[in-house]
């Protein structure tokens, strides 16, 4: 079965950094798109960014421009998510996700995708 794992997340005060990384085991993620969501305590899950295989595409949410930077490494099969200069708001469950079908799709939305890890806290500290 396909599994992905997310790593990285904790606690950090605003305005520092952290690197999330997401493992793949059992199937080939990264020959199709890619993406992180978020989720807080009484929120709805939220698109973050997304990677496409073919076309090297790249979304970000408008939230998180400039500051996060999504990238995958083909080879070792894993995705990861740079965070900078972080903010409170930031604060959430963060997800990694995979998408196992080709053809177009609108990778902002949760349904484009397949597969999902099990999340990652990452809190920011005012």
């Known amino acids: 079965q396909a599994l992905l794992v997310e790593s990285g997340g904790g606690l950090v005060q605003a305005g520092g950094s952290l690197k999330l990384s997401c493992a793949a085991s059992?199937?080939?993620?990264?020959?199709?798109?890619m993406a992180w969501f978020r989720q807080a305590p009484g929120k709805e899950r939220e698109f973050v960014a997304s990677i496409s295989y073919s076309d090297d595409s790249i979304n970000y949410a408008d939230s998180v421009k400039g500051r996060f930077t999504i990238s995958k490494d083909n080879a070792k099969d894993t995705v990861s998510l740079q965070m900078n200069s972080l903010k409170p708001e930031d604060t959430a469950v963060y997800y990694c996700?995979?998408?196992?079908?080709?053809?177009?799709?609108?990778?902002?939305?949760?349904?484009?995708?397949?597969?999902w890890g099990q999340g990652t806290q990452v809190t920011v500290a005012s």
């Open positions: 059992g199937h080939t993620f990264t020959k199709y798109a």
């Open positions: 996700a995979a998408r196992a079908r080709y053809g177009s799709a609108y990778l902002r939305a949760q349904y484009a995708y397949d597969h």
